[in-house]
């Protein structure tokens, strides 16, 4: 995986091969930044990173000036990835270990953007579980974005606050607003 633009543009950041993740491909990643780039000032926004994995969200946006942002896993590995990663690039990235879920029931901070990439084999009434409770729990900011990373075989349009998808490759975002 690559960083797309910022600071770091072009730095290539490898994971070890047994950490249990799937990154965002630069493709779908490239594309996701460029629609949010039309929408954000990255340098004024914070930034939940769910089920973040190698941290391949967290890096793009601390890259691109983005101060304030947690990273989100329940992987011992993925989390000492992360930490380890952001102390070699200098950046201002957060990380708790915890289960998704129950950070979720029990954070009480609002972010400008949440992005979830789950593992892709979750049943629907789990990934439906990602925006309750973050409506629920009120963890968007007006005007907030959240962006759930899924395959094109999962369809989230049913859920509230469903907004719109966007797909590149086998990659689909689908986008919920406040």
């Known amino acids: 995986m690559r960083i797309i633009s910022g600071t770091y543009k072009g730095r290539k950041i490898v994971a070890p091969a047994k950490l249990p993740v799937r990154p965002t491909t630069d493709m779908a990643k490239e594309a996701l930044f460029n629609i949010l780039n039309n929408q954000y000032y990255f340098d004024d926004i914070s930034v939940l990173d769910l089920f973040s994995g190698t941290g391949n969200i967290s890096y793009e946006f ?16 993925c989390i000492k990835f992360i930490n380890s990663t952001a102390e070699n690039f200098d950046m201002p990235i957060k990380t708790i270990k915890s289960d998704v879920f129950k950070f979720l029931e029990n954070n009480n901070q609002q972010y400008s953007i949440i992005f979830a990439d789950p593992p892709y084999d979750f049943e629907v009434e789990l990934f439906s579980k ?19 990373e ?3 075989h999962t369809d989230l349009s049913h859920l509230e606050h469903y907004s719109h998808f966007k797909k590149y490759g086998g990659n689909m975002f689908s986008f919920f607003v406040k």
């Open 130 to 148: 990602i925006p309750q409770l973050i409506f629920e729990n009120n963890l968007l900011q007006d005007e907030g974005l959240l962006i759930i």
């Open 62 to 77: 601390a890259s691109r000036g983005t101060e304030d942002i947690t990273a989100v896993d329940d992987n011992y590995g």
């Open 150 to 152: 899924h395959s094109k």
